[in-house]
């Protein structure tokens, strides 16, 4: 089973909704995690309320340091920062192999309920889209180097990219 580590800043969204999706569709071949470099302590309302929409657990999660896995073996990093808004991603050393997933927040939309929500639902199916493509990859016999080179075009995919 390989240990996936999605990880971010603030680990209140959307690194707990990359754990929820890579659980969930990934159930039997990996085990997810989730966590920050600077915890803000709580998960988001919104990203909550979009997995439970979505039919997957919305108990369990908390948002905690990357420090508390410390112990733990990670065979993937993915990080969930968005470059393009300015985010500063944390850099995370490990042997493990490391891809850039960077996608909006969606608790920084202003706007009304429904304007909100849909930004919620368009990061919720970004990342979806790329933990299914990702799950296509017979990751358990991939060079590092080769792994690495497919996860990363993987997390430049948008919706319009994945559809077909």
């Not at 993937?76 to 927040?105: F, M, Q």
């Not at 969606?106 to 990702?134: C, N, W, Y």
């Amino acid at each position: 089973m390989l240990n996936v580590f999605v990880i971010c800043t603030g680990n209140s969204c959307r690194s707990v909704m990359g754990e929820a999706l890579f659980n969930r569709l990934g159930q039997g071949r990996m085990r997810a995690f989730s966590a920050g470099s600077h915890p803000i302590g709580r998960i988001n309302e919104g990203a909550l309320a979009t997995l439970k929409r979505h039919g997957l657990p919305i108990d369990g999660y908390k948002s905690q340091s990357w420090g508390d896995f410390e112990d733990t073996t990670m065979d993937i990093v993915i990080t969930v920062c968005d470059n393009a808004a300015g985010e500063t991603c944390p850099v995370y050393l490990s042997k493990a192999v490391r891809a850039h997933w960077g996608v909006s927040d969606p608790s920084h939309v202003e706007g009304t309920e429904d304007e909100k929500i849909a930004a919620f639902e368009k990061t919720f199916e970004i990342l979806t889209l790329r933990v299914q493509k990702m799950l296509l990859l017979p990751l358990e016999t991939m060079s590092p180097e080769e792994l690495t080179s497919k996860l990363n075009a993987i997390g430049k995919l948008s919706m319009t990219q994945g559809e077909g």
